[in-house]
């Protein structure tokens, strides 16, 4: 009689050669049902240091950081909440100031705290204060002007445009 072939009772963890998975998940929350995720976030963690170079070079990355680098390096992304029609007539300029400064401190606090990993994706790091201070540039212009509605059409229209362009 042949013997039965018997299914493994762990899961295998997915691989991540291009560094999607950390694009929109911490590695161990599926984005969509039926997604790979790792068992437990200790190796999520060590899949995100081994794909964080990809993760942040990965094309599909617009401006934002991949939410590895918000869950396990500390980056942060408050200025996506202040995109203009996500605020609608509560968007103030002082608040986008206070976020952009938060993400460009927690990006200089990744660099002094993590050196090596800064410096493997200094270039993407460069690149994500460069949009930042570019979008609270935007804002400072063309914030002022409102419609009747309340929102900042000039505003959103510009930056509807960069992040489309940064694809």
């Known amino acids: 009689m042949p013997r039965r072939k018997r299914q493994a009772k762990r899961r295998r963890s997915p691989a991540v050669p291009d560094g999607d998975l950390f694009l929109d998940t911490d590695g161990v929350t599926p984005f ?4 790979e995720v790792y068992e437990n976030v200790f190796l999520a963690r060590a899949a995100w240091e081994e794909s964080r170079v990809v993760s942040w070079e990965h094309p599909f990355r617009v401006i934002w950081p991949p939410k590895g680098a918000v869950v396990y390096d500390g980056i942060t992304e408050l200025t996506q909440r202040q ?30 705290e993590h050196p090596t990993e800064a410096a493997e994706i200094s270039g993407s790091l460069n690149d994500y204060v460069g949009d ?12 002022r002007t409102r419609n009747e509605s309340g929102y900042v059409p000039a505003l959103t229209h510009a930056w509807g445009t ?3 362009r940064r694809r």
């Not at 930042?132 to 914030?143: F, M, N």
């Open 32 to 35: 969509l049902d039926g997604d």
């Open 83 to 112: 995109h203009p029609t996500r605020r609608g007539q509560e968007w103030r300029l002082a608040e986008m100031r206070k976020a952009v400064e938060a993400d460009i401190a927690s990006v200089e606090t990744f660099r002094r």
């Open 132 to 143: 930042l201070r570019y979008l609270l540039a935007l804002a400072q212009q063309l914030g």
């Open 162 to 164: 960069y992040e489309v």
